[in-house]
């Protein structure tokens, strides 16, 4: 029952559906109370958790783009957590547990601390932007994340002068994450950014997309979005954030450091060994859609002076 609900896009599933809307609403009350929760309790909350749908204040951000289909969105992406197959992470995530959940602040910082998504959803307003994604494959869709400027964790957070880059750790079961069993990457998944980058009020920690909670395919509970950036960047079910003075050595740099750099800002002028940066493939632009020409720093040119001065052929 559960399993056959989720085959199906998921926007089309009404919470009423699966459950009468008094308990749904007395379910949303205890998810919200998800402090209290078990994880054994959860379970039988996810269904509706999963559809539940995110108040975000609509913004200019990306109104001219044609969104990818949430069907696309949600069911082609990369999560080796979840398997190495496009296909795997909306099938083998299925059952994740995104909550209750909170997020270690380490490193650099006056004092560490926690934060719950309760907390992070109340920092500041949520907001919806409309982002282009490139994934350095040569994929791209465009995407109405719901989310926060990173800048506001980092405010509430107060790293200390000596806070020069900003690490991102996913999360890592593999008793949840069939793919983490696997060694196909060095586990858990790290990311990271520049200090001033990560204070760009283009990046996002994103909590939703198309109006709904974030799918786990997608990264839930919150996962990093940086728009001028390749996809991998978005480091997605984020547990840990620690602040540090070096370059963090980042998973797909450790994998493969004449591959993956650690900026990974979209360059049309700087070629993957194995795969063109020049154009992309535009996710559900049909079959006969020729490729678009990919653009410096992924169209979002107001990034471009946090590079001044620097090789981008050397820091790809
Ligand atoms: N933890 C984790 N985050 C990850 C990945 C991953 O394998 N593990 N893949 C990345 C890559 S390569 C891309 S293109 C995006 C794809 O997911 P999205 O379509 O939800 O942005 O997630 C990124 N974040
Ligand atoms: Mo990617």
């Known amino acids: 029952m559960l ?19 008094e308990v749904f609403k007395q379910r949303r009350t205890l998810i919200k109370a998800a402090g209290a929760m078990t994880t054994g309790l959860w379970l039988p909350f996810h269904a509706s958790a999963a559809t ?23 069911s082609y992406n990369n999560y080796y957590e979840f398997g190495t197959g496009k296909e ?11 909550a209750p959940w909170t997020i270690k602040i380490e490193g650099a910082i006056k004092q560490p601390k926690t934060i719950s998504i309760e907390q992070l959803l109340k920092l500041v307003p949520l907001e919806e932007r409309i982002y282009r994604m490139r994934c350095v494959e040569g994929w791209s ?36 994450m069939p793919g983490a069993r696997m060694s196909v990457l060095d586990w858990p998944y790290v990311e990271g950014l520049r200090m001033d980058e990560a204070m760009q009020p283009l990046a996002i920690l994103a909590v939703g997309l198309y109006g709904k909670v974030l799918p ?31 370059m963090p050595t980042t998973t797909w740099v450790k994998a493969g450091p004449r591959e993956y750099g650690f900026y990974a800002n979209v360059n049309p002028q700087v070629d993957h060994p194995r795969w063109t940066q020049s154009s992309e493939k535009r996710i559900g ?24 001065g620097m090789d981008l052929k050397k820091n790809f």
Request: proline share 8%; aromatic share 12%; no cysteine.
């Open 3 to 21: 399993l056959d609900n989720n085959r199906r896009n998921p926007s089309d599933i009404k919470p009423s559906e699966i459950t009468p809307p």
């Open 52 to 74: 539940a749908s995110l108040d975000a204040k609509k913004t200019a951000y990306g109104q001219e783009e044609k969104l990818t289909s949430y069907e696309d969105v949600t």
């Open 88 to 98: 795997d992470p909306a099938r083998e995530a299925v059952l994740f547990k995104p």
């Open 141 to 176: 869709m465009v995407i109405p994340w719901i989310g926060l400027p990173l800048k506001a964790l980092i405010d509430w957070a107060q790293p200390t002068g000596n806070a020069k880059y900003i690490e991102f750790v996913s999360y890592n079961d593999p008793r949840q």
């Open 216 to 246: 786990n395919q997608n990264g839930a509970p919150v996962r990093l979005v940086v728009p001028w950036k390749y996809g991998f960047k978005g480091a997605k079910a984020i547990s840990t954030i620690r602040f540090v003075e070096k």
């Open 285 to 308: 632009a049909g079959l006969f859609a020729g490729r678009i020409k990919t653009r410096m720093f992924n169209g979002y040119d107001e990034v471009g002076q946090l590079y001044a």
